[in-house]
Nanobody, 125 residues
């Protein structure tokens, strides 16, 4: 059974950092496109970052580009989202997601095959 588990949320002050993990079981990351999405209160879910294992293509939303980094730990089959210089507008539930086989769904912002349950990130003074 495929599972994505993304603990690591919490409350941080503006300018702070969080690095939530997404532990993937049932599929190897190097066969997937994977990424992070978020949904703020009163908004639709949006794509934050994507990575394709097929060609190494990486995507960051304009709102986080330069502040967030997606990376993985292969032995642990775990994806991370390093979030730095956090802003109050980054407050949202963050979801890890995967597409199997790798493709372009994440880069289009929808249609991922597997989802984690999400973790709440709150950025406030």
């Amino acid at each position: 059974q495929v599972q994505l588990v993304e603990p690591g949320g919490g409350s941080v002050q503006p300018g702070g950092s969080l690095v939530p993990p997404c532990a993937v079981s049932g599929l190897l990351l190097d066969h997937l496109t994977y990424g992070w999405f978020r949904q703020a209160p009163g908004t639709e879910r949006e794509v934050v970052s994507c990575f394709s294992s097929s060609d190494g293509r990486t995507y960051y939303a304009d709102s986080v580009d330069g502040r967030f980094t997606i990376f993985r730990d292969d032995p642990a089959n775990t994806v991370y989202l390093r979030m730095s210089s956090l802003k109050p507008e980054d407050t949202a539930i963050y979801y890890c997601a995967a597409e199997n086989p790798y493709g372009s769904k994440c880069f289009m912002g929808y249609g991922m095959d597997y989802w984690g349950k999400g973790t709440l990130v709150t950025v406030s003074s």
